[in-house]
């Protein structure tokens, strides 16, 4: 790459960094009051307690911990797939990835908080770290609360590094083109970067093992959360099949952020040229088998529920197939399958907006989904007088707009201080020999579409 | 004199720069090249790959594993209560937290390695300079001796760099 391209590529990337448009200071105000109102009322839940929440007897469960599975689900978009296209040396990764791994510490960190916002006394909430206790309290590695502490917070520490350390180079790009106090802070963040053929092959080779280390993490994560339902004895919860299910659904749902996401930086920062229509019709190929795969697996979960015939299992399998949860899983079904499907399929269809108008569909049917594992179960538990009905009060709905309020301020708040494409990994890229290699897997991924 | 480099606009240049500086008795230890990108395809980007990362990686894990064991079993064993003749240490169970606490491991060891390898956080070497946040390819030498000092310049020069600066 000659060095006008290289300028102009860096120029454009670091345009959000460097400059902030009066539209910025207007979305953050925005969607800072929405986050304010949903700390407000998370203090009005604290002071009146869980009452004033639609949890009761017997479905203690509701919103929160479908937000809680929701986001961590979402969280799947990101190291994951990244880590598995750097493994595969994906050479159309490159401006994606770091769109991506964003959406992982963060969605991390909003899901993470779900379990505190459910606790009546959050100030407990350390009570949940398993050290060997001086309270007289025994900490129980057998339950998956505890499980889910091991495992939520590795991923979210893994995910953070493997976010930070290859923004490390571009951090120093900064700290050489500015001056006063974003090249002091610039400066401190890049630890002295300067960029040996030393420090390259470290970073790379410790990119490398992450990526390895990352892909189990990630997939125990979204197995140990399905296990906080399924290690229950509660109708259609008790399943060996809700890992792998939950699993795919949340790379499924994952992707569908991601599409979306991107798709928005594309327009905001003006970033046509660097996530081209090629990376939405590729991730929206992955999204469409992730589609077929999560329809493979609720069908597998419904005909064998529906097989077995057990009673309880069968009072909680009607309840969505045509009692009063059906409108939703039905809803479920279009918004996962029926849209996407065709959208994503036919290659005349597969363009920007369609993977868009796709993804948005999966982004509400995979809440739903989480909804209709949760709630439908707890309310038709096995013995007819334990069961109930859950319906969302206003708290609830209000925390669950500010979550998604927070996803947006924080992201973009993090594309105001860091480069949200990686810039260094987009320059490898145009390299001849890379080059070459991406206009070779583009024949072959052109040669294979539907 | 702390250091003579000079500046190329291409990895061509830097690498011709590179394979002078060598022809004129330069080790390849004492030339230090820098870039804003990796450049693994020129001989001077592909120098220091050898790395004993990936077992410290391993070592790491294994850390993580014995502490993950030690942590859930010394705990459990720690209070005495009746499980009804079932073993006391549940390790099926303290698989999940062994299996996090070995990955956990594995990745602070990859990270501190390249902490300590890359020598970050550390402080800019006093010939960097932040024209190579702009494209171009430092080629330099540090402390050459006087008799070295007019080869490397010498050399480098040959190279066509931007610019050549003495520091």
């Not at chain 2, 390249?114 to 171009?136: Q, V």
Request: hydrophobic share 50%; charged share 15%; net charge positive.
């Amino acid at each position: 790459m000659n060095l006008e391209t290289d300028n102009r590529l860096t120029e454009d990337l670091l345009r959000p960094v460097l400059h902030t448009t009066r539209r910025f200071y207007v979305a953050v105000a925005v969607f800072s009051s929405i986050v304010l109102c949903g700390i407000a009322t998370w203090g009005y839940q604290i002071y009146n307690g869980m009452g004033v929440t639609g949890d009761n007897w017997p479905v203690f469960w509701g919103f929160h911990e479908t937000n809680f599975v929701f986001w961590i689900g979402i969280s799947h978009a990101g190291t994951l797939i990244s880590a598995i296209l750097r493994i595969v040396n994906a050479t159309w990764r490159r401006p994606v990835t770091r769109c991506a791994e964003v959406i992982t510490a963060f969605a991390l960190m909003i899901g993470a908080l779900f379990p505190l916002v459910h606790l009546g006394r959050p100030w407990l909430a350390w009570w949940l770290i398993p050290y060997p206790s001086e309270r007289g309290i025994w900490p129980n590695y057998r339950s998956p609360l505890v499980w889910d502490f091991f495992a939520i917070n590795t991923y979210l520490l893994s995910s953070l590094l493997f976010l930070i350390l290859p923004a490390l180079p571009d951090f120093a790009l900064i700290r050489d083109r500015t001056t006063g106090w974003r090249n002091r802070v610039y400066g401190f963040l890049s630890l002295g970067w300067h960029g040996t053929p030393k420090q390259w092959h470290r970073l790379e080779s410790a990119m490398h093992i992450m990526a390895l280390a990352i892909i189990p993490i990630a997939i125990s994560v979204h197995t140990i959360v399905s296990f906080d339902f399924s290690m229950a004895v509660v109708p259609m919860w008790h399943s060996t099949i809700f890992g792998p299910y939950f699993v795919a659904g949340a790379i499924f749902s994952g992707i569908a952020a991601l599409i979306i996401v991107m798709a928005l930086l594309r327009k905001l920062l003006h970033l046509e040229a660097y996530l081209l229509p090629l990376h939405f019709q590729n991730l929206g190929k992955l999204m469409l088998t992730m589609s077929l795969l999560w329809g493979y697996f609720v069908f597998n979960e419904r005909l064998t529920t529906w097989y077995g015939n057990s009673p309880h299992e069968m009072n909680v399998f009607w309840s969505t197939q045509n009692g009063k949860y059906a409108p939703l899983f039905w809803t479920m079904v279009i918004c996962n399958f029926v849209i996407p499907f065709p959208l994503l399929t036919i290659k005349r269809l597969r363009s920007i907006t369609a993977t868009v108008i796709a993804s948005c569909g999966v982004v509400v049917g995979m809440w739903l989904e989480r909804f209709l594992i949760i709630v439908p179960s707890l309310s038709r538990k096995a013995t007819s007088y334990s069961w109930g009905a859950y319906t969302p009060q206003w708290p609830e709905i209000v925390i669950l707009c500010s979550s998604f309020a927070a996803m947006a301020l924080l992201y973009l708040l993090f594309s105001k201080f860091i480069p949200i494409i990686s810039i260094w990994e987009l320059k490898v890229g145009q390299h001849p020999q890379m080059k070459a290699a991406a206009e070779v897997q583009d024949a072959e991924a052109a040669g294979e579409l539907i | 004199m702390t250091a003579i480099y000079g500046l190329y606009a291409t990895p061509d240049g830097a690498q011709k720069a590179f394979d002078r500086l060598r022809a004129a008795g330069i080790s390849e230890n004492e030339i230090t090249v820098m870039s804003s990108e990796p450049l693994e395809e020129y001989q001077f980007g592909s120098r220091d790959r050898q790395t004993v990362m990936p077992w410290l990686a391993i070592l790491g894990a294994a850390t993580g594993l014995t502490a993950a064991y030690f942590l859930t079993s010394l705990t459990q064993k720690a209070w005495a209560i009746n499980t009804g003749g079932m073993p006391i240490v549940s390790n099926w169970t303290n698989m999940i937290v062994m299996f996090e606490l070995t990955m956990l491991g594995a990745v602070f060891a990859t990270v501190l390695t390249l902490m300590k390898t890359a020598r970050l956080p550390g402080r800019l070497p006093k010939f960097y300079d932040p024209e190579i946040s702009n494209g171009k390819i430092l080629v330099g030498v540090a402390a050459p001796n006087a008799r070295d000092a007019d080869i490397v310049e010498g050399a480098l020069r040959s190279a066509r760099p931007e610019i050549i600066k003495s520091v």
